[in-house]
């Protein structure tokens, strides 16, 4: 692995369900986010994570929610899927928290929720 | 209220023509600006930043940037555009008062015709 992976590459859920995207770095980066890209709306935070333990709110977070366990995961679940939440989702991570330092990006995972 | 504009949804241009792509910002304190490109189907890559110093920043693939404070532009260039620079081009700057969290312009598609 070189870099972000994520898992799955795309996937169509019914509403109601749950699901997890997967998100893994092996650049031993401390700060990790998730992003969500909408037509014409660019990319905006959902959650992010300055370092393992710790998570915060991004700008949409609401019906999202992560988590930290370990230097090299951060999981996005989504615990009852709206319509709404149809997008291409975005992991990033970065070797600083203070803004200095570009992010790498994963490939993205295209979710529909039908 | 800290934001960034990217006033062109989509900027066309001749195979060997100059490229602009222009990027205005409103972030209090000194701003620390990115400029990120994705190509079709993938993630963001990372172009180039402003954090001090020099107002021209050069970057990846002969971009570069021009920092204008008086203005409150970041505006990205190329002296001649390449069909395969062909993207999307997201404005970034870093705000403070998020985190110190990027903050995603709209994007601007670039169309580069042979």
């Not at chain 1, 998100?23 to 990319?43: E, K, P, V």
């Not at chain 1, 995961?73 to 330092?101: M, R, W």
């Not at chain 2, 402003?50 to 990846?60: A, C, E, F, Q, R």
Request: aromatic share 12%; with cysteine; charged share 15%.
């Amino acid at each position: 692995i070189a870099g972000i992976t994520q898992a799955p590459t795309s996937q169509i859920l019914a509403a109601g369900r749950r699901m997890t995207l997967r998100c893994t770095q092996d650049m031993r980066h401390n700060a990790m986010y998730w992003y969500r890209q909408d037509l014409g709306l660019g990319l905006r935070l959902i959650h992010y994570s300055n370092t393992a333990g710790t998570t915060g709110k991004g700008e949409v977070p609401d019906g999202y929610s992560v988590s930290r366990a370990n230097t090299d995961d951060f999981p996005l679940t989504l615990a009852s899927a709206v319509p709404s939440q149809t997008s291409v989702y975005f992991c990033a991570s970065s070797g600083e928290t203070g803004g200095y330092n570009e992010q790498f990006f994963g490939p993205g995972t295209r979710l529909t929720v039908l | 209220a800290q934001s960034v504009a990217q006033p062109e949804d989509q900027v066309n241009v001749a195979e060997g023509n100059p490229l602009t792509v222009k990027c205005t910002y409103s972030v209090s304190g000194n701003p620390y600006l990115f400029w990120y490109v994705q190509y079709p189907n993938r993630g963001l890559q990372f172009l180039l930043k402003y954090i001090t110093g020099d107002n021209l920043v050069k970057g990846s693939y002969g971009f570069e940037a021009e920092f204008n404070k008086s203005q409150t532009s970041f505006h990205l260039k190329k002296p001649s555009a390449l069909v395969s620079d062909s993207a999307l081009y997201f404005c970034a700057p870093r705000i403070k008062a998020a985190g110190n969290k990027l903050t995603f312009g709209g994007g601007t598609r670039v169309l580069v015709k042979p």
